[in-house]
């Protein structure tokens, strides 16, 4: 009997290069290898007769070896001419393993086989290459052989043994992810082996959510079930547990965040209001709304811990401004942390200009600038020259440009920065308000998960003064009426983005680069200034770049993703993205965001030569269907699934297996209830029974995560 505790290194089915194989990959113990989750299943259980078989088609089938031995053609392989155990005469087929000169040691003629594979005719032949198989007797057979060979009985004759049990045929059969090193069939072989060591009770890992469906009992059906429903049955089982590890630890943060004492950070709103009076337009209901909320949050003694979502361009960052205008009056300092430079930039230039005459010191830190500006009085001896309201990148992480006295953090497009970066950030200050933001709408359900120890505020309003967005799919032939439709808004004023999926021509990748297209629109448009921005230029050049741009000195901006947050050119009008299907939707839509900013009608082309029913085409019709950046959040999470959307580093989830979770809110809701009940009867978890709780919260407490 082996314990899901101990270590491979003491299985004696694990030779030494197995070992190390497994180390690599991070199993160290049974447990890693009965864990590891099975990506598919296929049902091999359904047998075929030979003579039944069609070209293509895949399937399971008993077969008899007639003749087996070595073939030569273009390359050596080893051929089985097999057919069906009833009819010596009957129809054979043929099969063939390349590659694989072990199969040679374990065929002969006379066994039985089980095989799983596709059939395909070649010369008129049908074969399978390199097919699962399973020899269908035990060793004992082998007697059998032998007898024959000697001239004994015939093999009807001879009593056949019992067919030993199938692991890689004739059953439904686990499909796991590959392991450099290792076979999926050898993977399966082990897994198989440990299963049938293990004894008949073995206790839950951490916290039990379904004492009434014994583990080990779960575990066969995760990867050996009987039947399809046996699976689904056992993932939704790992699935609950698995959320509910996660919204404890959500739970347990908000709370342990709601009980910490935090301070007050309005005191006035004098700054608030200069700036709301100074702007040529009015807060939309939402974003007043949503000032509301952080304001009210800011006053308590308790520390704000709040999302402010909402759709491209619906204004969050004059959100954001306001609530540190809150904290620098109360007399702090408010920082906010951007995942790039050109955004930083940004939000300095806008800040910069939005203040223009209000007593508030503002400041860039990125690891290449220090700039500052602010109000200066008559008396220059009497001028605070501290900053009190800070932007920057990752440089605001490092002591240098650590600010002072922090009242309120900002973290901008905060699912671009690890969780150790985000807790750095926040730790600048004592217990300061935070707020991070996010202008990727996120689907309920990841709100739940991601954020459920977060308050949220929904910005679900766009501004009046934003002009149309029309979006069109267009073919790559239609490049003609393209340039003739760009020629005609060049003549009225307005600027063009071209986007590029990569930065210089690929010869595994037949896709535009940004380089060859500068050049190319170079030759289309000969008399207007055309800018390149890519991630390879300067802080300097790319600074260039984009002051041109703004300024109207150039008017093509020919760009890979760097112009996928942050960049805000009310003239630019129209947003040309090639090989449109090789992104993913939520970043073709911040895409399509930078257009639409003025009061001019706007237009996104999404350039692609995918055809309807082919992969990367479904995406581009939702994203010509709709402009509500939270309808194509979900419609982003329905195509590529939770495993893709997450972006696991940056959220903190680390590796999800068991994605069902993810897209079902009756798990999420069933979780979240059992975890609250928890808290609720045994706040600080002092009972024996909770004492895998206690492990399960620990990294949580020793990361600064939870007070």
Not at 249 to 261: D, G, P
Not at 670 to 680: C, E, G, K, S, T
Not at 681 to 699: G, T, Y
Request: contains cysteine.
């Amino acid at each position: 009997m082996v314990r899901l505790t101990d270590s491979l290194a003491e299985i004696a089915d694990v030779s030494a290069r197995e070992l190390q194989t497994l180390r690599a990959a991070s199993f160290e113990t049974v447990g890693d290898v009965l864990l590891r989750v099975p990506r598919r299943y296929e049902d091999r259980r359904t047998t075929r007769t030979v003579a039944s078989l069609v070209n293509g088609e895949t399937c399971c089938l008993l077969l008899h070896v007639y003749s087996a031995g070595w073939r030569f053609s273009y390359k050596r392989y080893f051929e089985v001419s097999a057919g069906s155990p009833d009819e010596p005469h009957g129809a054979r087929l043929l099969l063939r393993w390349f590659n694989m000169p072990y199969v040679a040691r374990l065929l002969a003629t006379g066994m039985d086989l089980s095989v799983y594979g596709k059939v395909k005719e070649y010369g008129g032949k049908l074969t399978m290459t390199n097919p699962d198989f399973e020899v269908m007797e035990d060793e004992d057979a082998g007697l059998r052989l032998v007898a024959r060979a000697m001239g004994g009985a015939p093999i009807g004759d001879v009593e056949r043994v019992s067919p030993v049990v199938g692991v890689h045929t004739g059953r439904i059969v686990p499909i796991y992810r590959g392991i450099s090193g290792m076979g999926t069939r050898r993977f399966r072989s082990l897994v198989f082996d440990l299963l049938q060591q293990l004894p008949p009770q073995v206790e839950q890992p951490g916290y039990d959510v379904a004492p009434g469906y014994p583990f080990r009992e779960a575990l066969q059906d995760l990867h050996f079930p009987t039947e399809p429903e046996a699976y689904r049955k056992a993932r939704l089982r790992f699935a609950l547990a698995e959320c509910f590890a996660r919204q404890f630890c959500v739970a347990w943060r908000r709370r342990c965040t709601l009980a910490r004492t935090g301070r007050v950070n309005v005191s006035s709103d004098g700054y608030l209001q200069e700036l709301l009076a100074s702007l040529p337009f009015e807060l939309t209901t939402a974003q007043r709304r949503c000032v509301d909320e952080i304001r009210a949050d800011m006053a308590s003694t308790r520390q704000m811990n709040r999302l402010l979502q909402g759709d491209v361009g619906s204004g969050k960052t004059l959100v954001a401004l306001c609530a540190m205008l809150l904290a620098v009056e109360s007399g702090g300092t408010a920082a906010m942390i951007a995942p790039t430079q050109i955004l930083a930039e940004q939000h300095f230039n806008n800040f910069r200009r939005l203040l223009a005459g209000l007593d508030v010191r503002l400041s860039l830190r990125t690891s290449d600038r220090s700039d500052d500006v602010g109000y200066v009085p008559d008396n220059p001896a009497e001028a605070d020259r501290t900053p009190r309201l800070l932007v920057g990148t990752h440089a605001l992480l490092y002591k240098k440009n650590r600010p002072a006295n922090l009242a309120l953090a900002v973290i901008d497009e905060q699912h671009k920065f690890g969780v150790a970066q985000r807790e750095q950030f926040v730790s600048s200050g004592e217990c300061p308000d935070v707020l991070v933001m996010t202008a990727t709408p996120i689907p309920r359900t990841l709100t739940l998960t991601l954020y459920g120890d977060l308050d949220v505020s929904v910005i679900d309003e766009l501004p009046a003064n934003r002009g149309e967005i029309v979006t069109a799919l267009r073919n790559p032939s239609n490049m003609k009426r393209i340039i003739t439709f760009m020629r005609g808004e060049l003549a009225a004023g307005r600027q063009i983005y071209i986007v590029a999926p990569l930065i210089d021509e690929s010869d595994t990748r037949e896709q535009a680069a940004a380089t060859s297209e500068w050049n190319k629109w170079h030759e289309i448009f000969p008399d207007e200034p055309i800018g390149l921005l890519h991630g390879r230029l300067s802080a300097e050049e790319k600074d260039a770049v984009m002051a041109a741009f703004r300024a109207n000195e150039t008017h093509i901006l020919v760009a890979t993703t760097v112009v996928e947050v942050g960049v805000d050119v009310p003239n630019a009008t129209v947003m040309l993205i090639n090989n449109a299907d090789s992104f993913g939707l939520s970043q073709l839509h911040q895409l399509r965001g930078r257009i639409g900013r003025g009061r001019h009608k706007s237009y996104c082309i999404l350039l692609s030569s995918a055809k309807p029913g082919e992969p990367g085409r479904e995406k581009l019709d939702v994203l010509c269907r709709t402009l509500n950046g939270f309808e194509i959040a979900e419609e982003d999470f329905r195509l590529r699934g939770p495993g893709d959307v997450l972006g696991t580093a940056q959220s903190g989830l680390g590796a999800v297996q068991f994605t069902e979770w993810l897209s079902d809110m009756r798990l999420i809701h069933r979780a979240a209830r059992d975890a609250a009940a928890i808290l609720d009867s045994d706040p600080r978890l002092e009972l024996p029974q909770h004492a895998p709780l206690r492990a399960l919260v620990a990294p949580e407490t020793e990361q600064g995560v939870t007070a």
